[in-house]
Structure formats: structure tokens, C-alpha cells
């Protein structure tokens, strides 16, 4: 069979392969009758010499480039299209021009298109659709044994290598000018398909394809955009152009909200370098209405009939399910060899003992719990001075989460702490009794930090010795122990999440070790930093501000890793948007920074003792000695091998000192009764990660140092503070988590609002303070109210009608005082510490029965005030609802991998490589 | 390695420059507390009277459940003001309002139960005080068992009060009466000391003391047999207002009856005036039994936490020196010091005490021509006159201001019959008495340092009535919100 084949090799600023693809093209054991180099290259001519050339713009499209060689060659037959970076084989022509042979009514027949510098690989056999619409590629990335030989009839091919029938091509009208680049070669082969043409594989055909497109090593503007836009671009393209018109037009329409909701799945599949094109080939899809009812147009002219004819061409379920699998084998050999070339491998071989169980951690880690026996939970609830019971319904601690309307006081409108975020999150496992979590966090704390500093020293250090070393120095450092001393939950969960932290911070920036075997990926370390993030900023803003500068400083530092450091501070920021705007627009913007939660911060000085937690030679303090011979080895680090590392992490420790040092001077007073500090001691427990993490460098040094260390660190450090941490535990009492006498709570839980007026009898003032049903719980303390209520009591007028109620009982002057009492809804006065003064004037009052001696303090009940039914509802605010989808989706995003990370999210594997490289 | 030292030596230094040279910062974040002053309008003043004695054992004397009235009290106020003045039976069954506004209130009546005198609907900016309103009450028993004068002033009630004195031995009875004049039910709870301390036995918390009614509690059935007793009163609910009604009985002879009122507060250094002695001849003849031992002057001091006393005993003519002993009181014990050989003739009592103690000066008077030939009077330490006092006076009889000046220097004190408006100037002389004849209610001028007491002589018997200035305060509460 003779038949007219002219060759047309496309060049684009690509001399160097396009020298290949022509000498390849000499080869050929049948040569086309002509080949024509069409030229659209901008900056490097191409090496033609010898051959045909037709010189273009070089912003010509691929289908103008086409049909520009097609009107030159004004020949017929078949054209060849040649891409300057696909290089056929020497019987590539003829493979083909033999399935010509065989069928003549092939429209395009392509070859099997293989690696560019491995022919055994296969990179594409044609191509199709999957049933959502997605570019499929049923062969990708295989080594080449024959097995899919059997292919011949696809839905589309690419035209790198594809042998055109150039009269179905005038047909058909050429290829589509309006298609974006990726897809005119499918939109050609469809419609040659629907007009009546077969589009099929060569597979003895060969060619050698480079991708420099889907590899992103062409410039963006031959793509209009990154390859992964390109395909997004193309696959939106050809679903508006072959819908039918309701389709396109709804389809249309919701592109945009589409591709939005889309990016949320993306980001939930761990696929959020996918967001951008997603959105990107969205809006560029949306703005080309006029280009693609163009398209429609050109369709409806060459054919009437429908996509849907060709479903059995199209990409089953399975073949998508098997796609996907392979290419998760691929990524975990990928991961697997990089691990190997890094020698990781070799590495596990040497410390075997690596492992929380099989280095023996766990027994120092239940050690640190046998300290702590003194103060064993014995109820439910832990009481202390930082720290009181949550509500008994979980539902409760929820609802204040986000929560805009605060109950304290006579209520009023103020975003609630993020800190009750925390405490709903910690509580949740424990639902059915929210406080015990708080309890068995607070008694087991020093565990938890335990075994959060031996997860991040796994990233400094192989040696278990010094990992366990730093591991009980972390859980016995002054921070926390005194935090826990003074039972400030608050400050003891940032400091025990702190370096859980720290070790997802460095996994998403890729510092220290990598741990071989674990393919997490950097996304869902994304969402677990995120989440951890949050929850110690929210413990402690401080930190939080402090962490934040840090991550941002490391992510400019590691360009490579930008994005996901600033996505790992996004939940924080939600979070504290509605305080910040608050305290932004009202009052100093430092309260932002007030500590959340019971009790009041200890003061620090801001002299050289600040690193020792106030440590004086004075002082039997044994809990603070371990920080000094910590801070010496640390320094002692800066001059062994792992300087460099040490470097950093003392840039770390200062960092946090300074700002420790600068806060230890900063105060909020409330009038003249009360003062606040920052709270310093989580900062203080960053600066202490820092430097035992800069002390770990150490493990670069000789054995006789490292023993040395050690020894030094066990001795004056971890044995005194243990012994303190035994012989001192915090004052602290259990109960069942009632922080009202009986009575109200039996009222407060047979859903009735009770309020309760307590008062306290002071130096020269009384203290009053409206509580509402069961008491005021640890989730609705509220720093917005510490620093608001002086303005509420001027803003609000009830006010002053309660301070003269509260005036009018503790003086028993004969007042009237029911009818306040009854307007105000106070069912029980309760007065504590007891005050005989008090108790004589409630007593003398007409319309007070005493109750007597309560657990929580003396306890009158109003006679003329019943309770009544309490309407409760959930608060919903716009805040809460969004700080609660950006949660779940960090939660979504930092979910375990292994059963969601299969690539059943992206149908398309034609060109994952591509979009991941991007 | 060049490295390594540099980033030791920069970190060193910055470490070393950082906590030692940087300066300390300070920045304050002022918020407004958020309290608030709020004026108190003071409670409308109140004070009870005792009413009639009580007769304890019925007509036969040997029903010892049965504790009943006796006859009536003479009720004496005056009264100047704003808004009106309510006398009202604590009962309720006599109730009587007078308008005031214009001249000063003097009134009497026969009254059969404790009574209450309130100033009710007073302005607002009306001060309050012993000139606004002040009374007492008289009753002169005469019954078989029970005989001799029994006065007191009419009294603020309170939560929280001790008296000091009466006796529980054979012969000797000690009735606690307890007034609430409220609305209100009170529940009391005492704590009774005894010369051997303090008593522990059941029921003495939780006495019940209905709203509007008057209990009365024989101390002997809680502490019997006791020669010296205080107790101390706690009241929840309502307050109380509490006497001891002490009565004697020496054989078959009825031998004094008194109302002891209750101590003001505690004090290093009481001052007792009233001591006014009269018929030494006859209370020595009854001393010189032995079982009669108690007949006698004594003072009664209770020290909660123990004291070493001084006690001075001031005549008001100057050629009589008085007495002056020392004593030591146990913790929570109360010691009697018996006072003789004294002439008949006005003292003063002095006492001067390392700790706070409550006081108490059983005054005895003989009457050889009278019935009882005995009789006695319980007198409470004084009030300094820190302010002007009106006190009520009853018609009949002598009644003596005493005056005991304990300040550094004599001190001069205006005393103005309220009735004639005669005045007498009386000078105190520093640590010395002096007293005034009394014919009807009077005003006692400020000074500073001044101590009084009104010694009521009737028909050869005695009594005493406090001068004391009842006011609740108006004030400003600072509350602070939570």
C-alpha cells in the first residue's frame, strides 16, 4: 500500500531534543514524502537546516500551527505530527502506516508513546475520559512487556506521534483553535470518532516523549498556565463544550461554587497543591463563555451525534480503582528508594532501639506517673487554684466554644476565649464527664510532655539515652512543673502539646531525621500542626504569638515549604479572629494575650534569674536546678559538630526568652483590686524545647561528652526535680464537679434557670457575682468579661440597681430588697467565704430563708422567686460556625492517610506527576 | 571550627548582654475596676423595752415549766424627730403611732409585754441616735417570791451580744429573755461561761425565738449551781434583743430582782460608773451569813482570752479613796471580785485589763426599812460619751447620773433637764466620779472620756439604766462585680 504521508514536526524553543526527534525522523524504514518543521520558537532557532521550515509566531497555537502546515503542505494523505520533544522510532511510521493498512478508516492512529530515556517504560497508549469527565490514561508509567499490545481502539490519542487522514481532518475542520492546548488533541479525536472515524493505537508504533509540557519544563504561556491548570483547563473545556444545553448551561453557572467545594475536597485529600488550578482553570473556564460555545458550535457542524455513544470507550470504575492503586505503589517505591538513597535504611539497621516500647521509655514514662501518687484522682473532677470543674454536659462546653453570647455577670456580647475550643476538644473523648479529661490531663501531664520530647528527639538523635535523658528533663522542667503545681491547665496543655508540635513543624519543614517507613504525607502534618497550633495558642496566647512569628520566620526560610507552614497557622488565626477584632477595636490590643482560664499568672522578674524560673542560690528549690546544667551542656553543643543545628535552635531560645524577658514587665490591673501578669511559664517551656533540643546536638559529639551530659543532667538536674515534684504535689481536691450547693444543681439539672447571687466580704468592698444554673465551669471563664464588665457596669443599667441591691442586704437596712431580687430572677444568695456579718444581715432579712452550711458556702433561698423552665439553645454565631468548619477541616486534613490517601479523589492519572510537581 | 567557637561566643554574649544589661520593661494595661459606691439608707431605728418581769414556777412557785409575766412596767421615752414614733407590743397586740416633727415626745405607759419603740418613716437624711429616741422601763415587784426594782434601758437589737452576770446557786435564778421584735423567726444559739469556763451541754444552740414574741430560758437548766455566769448570744434570722433577768431569794425573803443588760463590746478598759452604794449597815449584816455570801457588791468579769485586771474603785467625794485590787481571769472563765468595806457614797469603777474582757457590778442596796431589805442592781460598763445622749428617766423616785471620767484631764459635762430645760454644769475630774440628781429626762453633752450610768433609787430599792446612744449607720458599700 502507497500511501502520502508528510511529516510535521512541531519546534518551540526546544533545539537540543528536536535535533533527536529529527535524526529519528531520518531513520525512518519508511520516510515520509515530505517533512515539514513548523518553527514557533521565541528565543533559539531550531536546527532545520536540510529540512523544510515554516517559520510561525511563537504564540501560535498548537491547532493554528497545525492547520498553518496543513494549507503549506496543500497535499493529501496523511500528516505525521511530530512534537520537538517526541522521538519516534525507526519503524514508528511504518507500525502505524501497517494499522492504516489494515483499517483504513482509522481518522488518527497513534503510537505507544514511551519514556524519553527509557523505551521500556511506557508513558501513554491513548487516551479517554473517565465518567466524570477527567483525562484517563489506561497505561501509564509501566514497563513495557507487551501486556497491553492488545489495545487498539481509544477514544482519543495524543498528537505527539498521531497519524492524521487528512481528509477527515478538512472534515472535521481541522483541530479546534479555541481548545485550550490539552484539549484539542482529545476534542479532535472525539469528534472524528462521532463523525464516524476510529481513532486507534499503534502499539508496535514508538515514540519517545520528553512531556515537557506536563513536566512544566515549557514556559507557562505555551499552556496558558501550570500543567496541572492546563489539564483542569482542558477537562472543564470538553465537559461545557460536549454537555448538552441545560448541562452546559447549568454547568456553566456553577463552575466557579464547583471548583470551590472541590478545593475543600482537594485540601481534605491531602491534594492541596491541586487548589490553586483547580480554582485557576474555574475562572479561566468560566471567562471563556464565547470560546466555548464557539466550540459547541464547531462540534454541532461536524457531527449531531452525542458523547454518550462512545461511554464504552470511556475509563470503567475499575480501571480508575487499579489506576489509582498503582500509582500509590509508585509514590510509597518512590519514598522508599529516596529514603534508601539517604541512607535511612542504614540507619535503622544501626539503632534498632528507636521505639517508644523497645527503648524502655514507657517505664520512665510511667515513672514520672508513679510521682505523681500523692495526688492520685480520686472523683472526677479536679478543683485547684488554675483550674475548676466543666460542665457535667459536654453539650455545654461545646456550646461555649465560639460562642458570642457570654453568660457571666447579667450576660452580654463578647466572643468567648478560643481556650473553650480547647477544652471542648480535649473533653469530647470523655464526653459523658467533660472534667475527667481535665483531671487525667493535668495528673498525667508530665507523661504526656515525656513522651512528646521523645517523639521529637527521635528527629536530633538515634542515641536512647539521651533521647530519655531529654525527654525527662522536658517533663520535669520548672515550666511545667510549676504550672502543674499551681494546677493552671491552661499553661500545662500548651506545654505538653508543645512538642508534639515542634515535631510536626519540623516534619512539614523536613528538619532533623526523617523517619523512614512513614509516608504521612506533608498535608496531614499540616492539619495535625494546625490543630496543635491552635490549641496552644488558645491555652496560651502568648506562646501562641511567639509560635507564630517563629513558623512564619521558618517558612521564609524554607521557601519550598511555604505554603504549608502558613496553612498550619490558619486554624489559630481563624480562632482568635473574633477576639482580636474585639479587643483590636475596644481596648489595648495586648489583652488579646491575657492568659484564659482560673486563676492568675505568677509573676517573673526580668533579670538574669529569668532563665532559672527566679532560681536564687538562696533558694532549696530543687525542681529549678535541672535548668542550669541544661543551659551549659546546650551551650557547650554550639561547639561539637552539631553546632549548626544548635545554632538554630538557640536563635529559637532566645527568641523565646526575649519575649519572656519583655513580658515578665507587662501588667493588667483592674482598678485597684486586681493585677494580672502575662503568663509566662508555657514561653518559658519553648525556650526549655529549644535548648534541651540544642543540648541533644551533644549526640554528635564523642561518647566520653555525651556520658558526661548525661550524668550531669541526671544528677543535678532530673533527681532533684523529681524528688520536688514527689515530695511537693499541688493542692488540689477532687470531686464530683458541682461548684453549687445541692439544691441549685439539682434545680440547674432538672432544666430550670436558677441564678444565684454570691457574695464575699472583702477588706472594704463586697464582692458580688451573679451566677447562672449550675455554676460558673472552667469553659465559660471569660477574659472578655475580666476586662469588660467595668465598661458593662457603666454601659448597663442594671447594674447599679443590683450594687444597690447587694449594698441594701449586706447593710439590712430594712430595704426593700425582694422586688429587685424577684426582677433579677435571683433564686439562691449564696456568701462566700462565710462572714458572720453577712450571714447576720441575710438573716435579718425578711424574705431570705436560710439554707445553711453548704460545701460552696453559706446559702440563702428568695422565697418569692421561683424557678422556671430555661430555654436553652445552642449559640450559633457566623464565628462559631466558621471556626468550626475550619476545624473539621483540619481535623479532615490530619486524619491517618492510609485509608485516605488513595487517589480515588483524583480519577486522572494522565499526568499526576505533573501536578505534583507543581 | 571557627564556626563553632563564633556561634558559642555570640550566643554566650547575647545571653550574658541580654539577662544582665537589658533594661526591665514595664508597661501597665489599665482596665476600670468594675465596682461601684453605693449609698445605704440606715435602718429605721428600733429599740424593746423588756417589759414586766418574768415569774418563774406559777403561783405555788414549784411549776418549774412554767414561766409567766408579772404584772406591769413603766415605759418611758422621749422621742424628737421626723416621721412618727411606733410603740408597738412585740406581740402585737398594742400598737400606738405618734406623729413627730414638732416638739419633743415625752411619754409613759403601763405596758404588759416587751415592747418595741421604732422611728418609722424617718427622712432619709435624719440623723439617728439617743435624741431621737430613747426609753426605759421600771417595775417595782412586790410579789411574794420576787420583790425589788428592775429598770433597764430599752435596747438595740442585735446578732450578737453578752451579758455578764446572775447566779444559778440555790436561792439565786437567772432567766435569759429573749425579745424578737421582728417578723422574723430567730434562732439563738448561746455559749454560757462559768467561773469554770466555758459550759458544754446540750440544747444551748438552736433556741427557737419566734417572730414578734418573747422566750424565756432558765440558765439553770443548762449551767445549775453556778455563782458566776456570762453568756454569749448568737442569733440567726432575726435579730434579738436579751436581758438577764436576775432574781434572789435568801430563805424565804425575797432579796432583789434586776434586768442585766448586755455589754456593748469588749474592752481593755471598761468603765463602770453607777456604783452607787447605799445601806452598807444591813448588806454587811446579811454578808456575814455564809450562805449569803453573794449578797454583797461584786464585779464579774468574763475574759475570753484570759486578762490580768486592775481594778480602781473612784469615790465621788474626795476624801474617800475607794479600793484598788488586781486579779487574774483564766481564758474563758469568769471570776467575781468581791467589793467591801466601801462607805455608803457614789464610785465609779475602773478597770484596766491587758486582754478584752466583758464586765458586769452587782451594786446590792440596803433598806432595813423596806421590802426586800435587799436589793440589787447589775450594772454593764458604760459608753463613752462620744456623742450627746438623751436618757429617759422614770417620774418617781432618785435617780443619780453618774459621771467617771477616764481621760487624761477633768472634763466638764452639760447635763439639761428636757422638761424645765434647767441645765447643770458638772466637772469630772480626771480618773475621779461625780454625779448629778436627776428628776426627769435629761441631756448629757459630748466628752470625750466621760462614762455614764443612771442609778435608779425607788421605795429604798435600786436599779440602773445605760446610757447608750442606739444609731444604725447610713453608709457607702463598695461592691465590686465578678
Known amino acids: 500500500m502507497t500511501v502520502n504521508v508528510s511529516a510535521v514536526v512541531l519546534s518551540h524553543d526546544e533545539p537540543v531534543s528536536l535535533t533527536r526527534v529529527l535524526d529519528q525522523l531520518s531513520k525512518q524504514t519508511i520516510s515520509p514524502s515530505r517533512i515539514l518543521v513548523v518553527d514557533s520558537s521565541k528565543t533559539q532557532a531550531a536546527p532545520t537546516s536540510g529540512f523544510e521550515t515554516l517559520k510561525l509566531n511563537h504564540r501560535t497555537s498548537f491547532a493554528l500551527s497545525i492547520e498553518a502546515a496543513v494549507k503549506h503542505l496543500a497535499t493529501d494523505g496523511y500528516i505525521w505530527i ?104 482529545v476534542d479532535f479525536s472525539i469528534r472524528a470518532r462521532l463523525s464516524g472515524g476510529r481513532v486507534a493505537i499503534a502499539p508496535d508504533s514508538k515514540i519517545a516523549h520528553q512531556m515537557l509540557s506536563m513536566n512544566g519544563k515549557r514556559s507557562r504561556s505555551w499552556l496558558g498556565g501550570s500543567p496541572a491548570q492546563a489539564i483542569r483547563h482542558a477537562e472543564f473545556y470538553l465537559a461545557l463544550s460536549y454537555a448538552s444545553f441545560l448541562g452546559f448551561v447549568l454547568g456553566w453557572l456553577s463552575l466557579v461554587p464547583f471548583a470551590i467545594l472541590n478545593s475543600f475536597l482537594l485540601l481534605v485529600r491531602k491534594r492541596a497543591g491541586s487548589i490553586p488550578a483547580e480554582l485557576a482553570a474555574a475562572a479561566t473556564t468560566f471567562m471563556q463563555l464565547g470560546k466555548i460555545l464557539s466550540s459547541r458550535a464547531r462540534i454541532r457542524r461536524t457531527t449531531s451525534a452525542r458523547l454518550r455513544s462512545l461511554a464504552s470507550l470511556r475509563a470503567t470504575r475499575q480501571e480508575q480503582k487499579s489506576s489509582n492503586q498503582r500509582a500509590k505503589d509508585q509514590e510509597v517505591s518512590a519514598q522508599l528508594l529516596a529514603a534508601h538513597a539517604r541512607g535511612d535504611n542504614d540507619e535503622i539497621t544501626q539503632s534498632p532501639n528507636s521505639g517508644f516500647l523497645s527503648s524502655g521509655a514507657i517505664w520512665f514514662a510511667l515513672g514520672l506517673v508513679a510521682l505523681n501518687v500523692m495526688w492520685l484522682p480520686t472523683n472526677f473532677a479536679v478543683s485547684g487554684s488554675g483550674v475548676i470543674p466543666l460542665s457535667s454536659n459536654w453539650l455545654e462546653v461545646f456550646g461555649q466554644a465560639g460562642s458570642m453570647s457570654q453568660s457571666l455577670g447579667l450576660g452580654f456580647v463578647a466572643a468567648a476565649d478560643p481556650f473553650s475550643w480547647v477544652l471542648a476538644i480535649v473533653s469530647a473523648p470523655l464526653f459523658f464527664q467533660p472534667s475527667l479529661a481535665i483531671t487525667i490531663a493535668l495528673f498525667l501531664s508530665s507523661a504526656i510532655a515525656f513522651t512528646g520530647m521523645f517523639l521529637l528527639s527521635g528527629r536530633i538523635t538515634r542515641s536512647n539515652p539521651l533521647r530519655i535523658t531529654a525527654a525527662l528533663t522536658y517533663a520535669l522542667w520548672p515550666a511545667l512543673t510549676a504550672s502543674v503545681t499551681d494546677t493552671r491547665i491552661a499553661q500545662v496543655l500548651a506545654i505538653i502539646l508543645l512538642p508534639y508540635l515542634a515535631h510536626s513543624i519540623a516534619k512539614i519543614a523536613d528538619l532533623g531525621i526523617s523517619n523512614p517507613g512513614s509516608f504521612v504525607s506533608t498535608w496531614s502534618q499540616v492539619g495535625v500542626s494546625g490543630i496543635l497550633l491552635a490549641l496552644i495558642a488558645a491555652s496560651s496566647p502568648v506562646l501562641g504569638l511567639t509560635l507564630i512569628v517563629l513558623i512564619v520566620g521558618l517558612a521564609i526560610a524554607r521557601t519550598s515549604k511555604l505554603m504549608p507552614l502558613l496553612f498550619s497557622t490558619g486554624l489559630t488565626l481563624v480562632w482568635f479572629i473574633p477576639v482580636a477584632l474585639e479587643r483590636l477595636n475596644s481596648v489595648s490590643p495586648l489583652a488579646i494575650l491575657m492568659s484564659p482560664g482560673a486563676g492568675s499568672p505568677s509573676a517573673l522578674e526580668s533579670n538574669w534569674t529569668l532563665p532559672f524560673f527566679g532560681f536564687g542560690f538562696d533558694s532549696l528549690a530543687f525542681g529549678l536546678f535541672v535548668s542550669v546544667p541544661v543551659l551549659v551542656l546546650a551551650l557547650v553543643a554550639l561547639l561539637t559538630p552539631g553546632a549548626k543545628s544548635a545554632l538554630g535552635l538557640w536563635v529559637v531560645a532566645i527568641a523565646a526568652l526575649a519575649v519572656a524577658f519583655v513580658g515578665a514587665g507587662v501588667n493588667f490591673t483592674f482598678g485597684q483590686v486586681t493585677s494580672v501578669n502575662l503568663e509566662l511559664n508555657s514561653v518559658l517551656a519553648l525556650y526549655g524545647l529549644a535548648i534541651i533540643a540544642a543540648f541533644l546536638q551533644l549526640s554528635a559529639a564523642s561518647q566520653a561528652l555525651r556520658s558526661i551530659a548525661i550524668s550531669m543532667v541526671l544528677v543535678l538536674g532530673i533527681a532533684p526535680a523529681a524528688f520536688a515534684m514527689a515530695t511537693n504535689p499541688p493542692t488540689v481536691s477532687y470531686s464530683d464537679g458541682r461548684t453549687v450547693p445541692s439544691i441549685i444543681q439539682a434545680d440547674a439539672d432538672s432544666g430550670m434557670f436558677v441564678r444565684t447571687l454570691k457574695l464575699g466580704a472583702g477588706e472594704d468592698s463586697v464582692s458580688a457575682e451573679l451566677i447562672e444554673g449550675s455554676g460558673v465551669k472552667l469553659e465559660k471563664l471569660s477574659t472578655a468579661f475580666q476586662i469588660a464588665n467595668s465598661g458593662l457596669s457603666d454601659e448597663n443599667p442594671q447594674y447599679p440597681v443590683l450594687g444597690q441591691l447587694v449594698a441594701n442586704l449586706v447593710s439590712a437596712n430594712g430595704a426593700d430588697v425582694l422586688t429587685p431580687l424577684e426582677e433579677f430572677g435571683i433564686s439562691y444568695i449564696l456568701v462566700f467565704p462565710a462572714d458572720r456579718d453577712l450571714q447576720m444581715a441575710l438573716d435579718s432579712t425578711r424574705g431570705l430563708e436560710s439554707i445553711g452550711e453548704t460545701d460552696f458556702g453559706q446559702l440563702w433561698k428568695v422565697q418569692s422567686v421561683t424557678s422556671e423552665p430555661k430555654v436553652s439553645e445552642l449559640d450559633f454565631a457566623p464565628t462559631k460556625i466558621l471556626s468550626l468548619g475550619v476545624l473539621v477541616l483540619y481535623v479532615l486534613l490530619a486524619l491517618p492517610t492510609s485509608s485516605i490517601r488513595k487517589r480515588n479523589g483524583k480519577e486522572s492519572a494522565i499526568f499526576v506527576d505533573a501536578e505534583e510537581n507543581n | 571550627m571557627i564556626f563553632r567557637i563564633l556561634s558559642f561566643a555570640f550566643i554566650s554574649a547575647v545571653l550574658v548582654a541580654g539577662l544582665v544589661l537589658a533594661p526591665a520593661v514595664e508597661y501597665k494595661v489599665e482596665f476600670d475596676s468594675a465596682s461601684g459606691s453605693y449609698s445605704v439608707k440606715p435602718a429605721d431605728l428600733s429599740l424593746v423595752c423588756p417589759g414586766p418581769l418574768f415569774r418563774s414556777g406559777g403561783d405555788s412557785g414549784t411549776n418549774l415549766s412554767k414561766i409567766e409575766r408579772s404584772g406591769t412596767a413603766d415605759l418611758y421615752y422621749t422621742a424628737d424627730g421626723s416621721g412618727e414614733l411606733a410603740q408597738q407590743s412585740v406581740s402585737g397586740s398594742d400598737n400606738s403611732n405618734i406623729e413627730l416633727g414638732g416638739s419633743r415626745v415625752f411619754g409613759s405607759s403601763a405596758i404588759s409585754d416587751a415592747t418595741s419603740l421604732t422611728n418609722i418613716n424617718a427622712n432619709e437624711d435624719s440623723a439617728q441616735g439617743s435624741s431621737v429616741l430613747t426609753g426605759s422601763s421600771t417595775q417595782l415587784s412586790a410579789i411574794g417570791s420576787m420583790r425589788g426594782l428592775a429598770a433597764a434601758s430599752c435596747q438595740q437589737p442585735s446578732n450578737d451580744f453578752v451579758i455578764v452576770g446572775g447566779s444559778t446557786l440555790a436561792g439565786r435564778e437567772a432567766l435569759l429573755v429573749l425579745t424578737n421584735p421582728s417578723p422574723i423567726d430567730a434562732t439563738a444559739d448561746l455559749r454560757i461561761f462559768t467561773d469554770l469556763g466555758e459550759v458544754t451541754v446540750s440544747g444551748l444552740s438552736g433556741i427557737s425565738v419566734p417572730a414578734q414574741s418573747t422566750t424565756a430560758v432558765s440558765l439553770a437548766s443548762f449551767a445549775p449551781t453556778v455563782p458566776a455566769l456570762a453568756l454569749q448570744v448568737q442569733s440567726q434570722g432575726a435579730k434579738l434583743a436579751g436581758w438577764i433577768q436576775a432574781r434572789s431569794v435568801r430563805g424565804t425573803e425575797a432579796t432583789g430582782v434586776d434586768w442585766i443588760s448586755p455589754n456593748h463590746q469588749a474592752s481593755a478598759s471598761p468603765v463602770l460608773p453607777g456604783f452607787v452604794i447605799r445601806g452598807t449597815r444591813v448588806i454587811n449584816q446579811t454578808l456575814s451569813s455564809e450562805e449569803n455570801s453573794d449578797a454583797g457588791h461584786a464585779l464579774r468579769i468574763f475574759a475570753p482570752e484570759g486578762a490580768n485586771v486592775t481594778v480602781q474603785i473612784v469615790s465621788s467625794e474626795a476624801d474617800i479613796f475607794g479600793a484598788v485590787f488586781t486579779g487574774i481571769i483564766e481564758p474563758g472563765t469568769v471570776s467575781d471580785f468581791p467589793i467591801a468595806e466601801l462607805k455608803d457614797g457614789n464610785y465609779s469603777v475602773f478597770v484596766s485589763s491587758d486582754k478584752p474582757v466583758y464586765s458586769g457590778l452587782r451594786v446590792a442596796r440596803g433598806n432595813p426599812g423596806a421590802s426586800p431589805r435587799l436589793d440589787f442592781s447589775w450594772v454593764s460598763p458604760a459608753d463613752e460619751l462620744v456623742s450627746n445622749r438623751v436618757v429617759s428617766i422614770p417620774s418617781e423616785g432618785d435617780s443619780i447620773l453618774v459621771l467617771a471620767n477616764s481621760g487624761p484631764a477633768s472634763s466638764t459635762v452639760l447635763v439639761q433637764n428636757l422638761r424645765s430645760g434647767a441645765s447643770v454644769r458638772v466637772l469630772v475630774p480626771t480618773l475621779g466620779t461625780a454625779t448629778v440628781d436627776l428628776s426627769g429626762p435629761v441631756s448629757i453633752s459630748q466628752a470625750p472620756g466621760v462614762f455614764a450610768t443612771v442609778a435608779v433609787l425607788i421605795e429604798g430599792q435600786i436599779s440602773d439604766l445605760d446610757v447608750r446612744d442606739p444609731r444604725n449607720l447610713g453608709s457607702e458599700v463598695t461592691v465590686r462585680f465578678r
Open chain 1, 82 to 185: 511530530l512534537h520537538d520533544d517526541s522521538a519516534p522510532d525507526a519503524q514508528a511510521l511504518e507500525k502505524l502506516l501497517k494499522e492504516i493498512e489494515l483499517s483504513p478508516s482509522l481518522a488518527v492512529v497513534g503510537p505507544k508513546q514511551v519514556d524519553w530515556d527509557d523505551p521500556k517504560l511506557i508513558k501513554q497508549m491513548g487516551l479517554t475520559l473517565t465518567r466524570g469527565g477527567k483525562l484517563f490514561s489506561r497505561v501509564r508509567g509501566e514497563f513495557d512487556q507487551g501486556q497491553h499490545d492488545h489495545l487498539e481502539d481509544v477514544m482519543a490519542v495524543g498528537t505527539a506521534g498521531a497519524l492524521v487522514n487528512l481528509e477527515k481532518y478538512r472534515a472535521l475542520g481541522g483541530f479546534d483553535p479555541k481548545a485550550p492546548p490539552l484539549a484539542a488533541d
